[in-house]
């Protein structure tokens, strides 16, 4: 069974970093792209960065362009989010997510139905 684990939330203030870590376990997910997602309260579930399998491509929301980076552990199958430059609009609960299975699984994506395997979620607070 696929299982993925956020950590590395809290509150900081604006303008402060956070690094975030996702671990799978298991050897399930090797060669699937994974990628993170945001819900802000009262908002859908928004699309935050992606990165391929080998980690040699990546995109990104506009929205966080610049500020944060993705990367990510093959040895431990596992992502990471560090996100700098942090304003208030990026309060939101954090989901590390790995593209489902299939011919395109290596490649980063960007729909939220491109995703098969979800974690629980990290809170992440930013005040102003």
């Known amino acids: 069974q696929v299982q993925l684990a956020e950590s590395g939330g809290g509150l900081v203030q604006a303008g402060g970093s956070l690094r975030l870590s996702c671990a799978a376990s298991g050897r399930w997910l090797i060669g699937h792209a994974m990628g993170w997602f945001r819900q802000a309260p009262e908002k859908g579930r928004e699309f935050v960065a992606s990165?391929?399998?080998?980690?040699?491509?990546?995109i990104y929301a506009d929205s966080v362009k610049g500020r944060f980076t993705i990367s990510r552990d093959n040895a431990k199958i596992g992502t990471y989010l560090q996100m700098d430059s942090l304003k208030p609009e990026d309060t939101a609960i954090y989901y590390c997510?790995?593209?489902?299975?299939?011919?395109?699984?290596?490649?980063?994506?960007?729909?939220?139905?491109?995703?098969?395997?979800w974690g629980q979620g990290t809170q992440v607070t930013i005040s102003s």
């Open positions: 997510a790995a593209v489902r299975g299939g011919d395109s699984k290596y490649l980063p994506a960007s729909r939220i139905d491109e995703y098969e395997y």
């Open positions: 990165i391929s399998w080998t980690g040699g491509d990546t």
